[in-house]
């Protein structure tokens, strides 16, 4: 079992920036996948951005150039820095961990955090 731990969200005005932190229950070691989905009101579930253990950062279209996904494995967290927000990326943010433990493959997610772009 993993627990994860958001914080982080609120209010911003448009081009402004916010930090997500995502502390999980374990070490990040034991983790293949962490990152960030958001969901907006009326919409799916989307991807944000995944760091995986071994490998390259992942971004969807809408990050790429704005969000960087980074991690401190001494803190075992994982942080989404947001910058030059725009009001289409008020939603939900949704931490999550993918675990492999052989042939089984375990998600996790947190809570859930709210960002709220507007003037």
């Known amino acids: 079992q993993v627990q994860l731990v958001e914080s982080g969200g609120g209010l911003v005005q448009p081009g402004g920036s916010l930090r997500l932190s995502c502390a999980a229950s374990?070490?990040?070691?034991?983790?293949?996948?962490m990152g960030w989905y958001r969901q907006a009101p009326g919409k799916q579930r989307e991807l944000v951005a995944a760091?995986?253990?071994?490998?390259?950062?992942i971004y969807a279209d809408s990050a790429e150039g704005r969000f960087t996904i980074s991690r401190d494995t001494a803190k075992n967290t994982v942080y989404l820095q947001m910058n030059s927000l725009k009001p289409e990326d008020t939603a939900v943010y949704y931490c999550f961990a993918e675990k492999v433990v052989g042939t089984s493959t375990t998600n996790y997610w947190g809570q859930g955090t709210q960002v709220t772009v507007s003037s």
């Open positions: 760091f995986p253990r071994y490998g390259s950062r």
């Open positions: 374990t070490s990040l070691f034991n983790i293949n996948t």
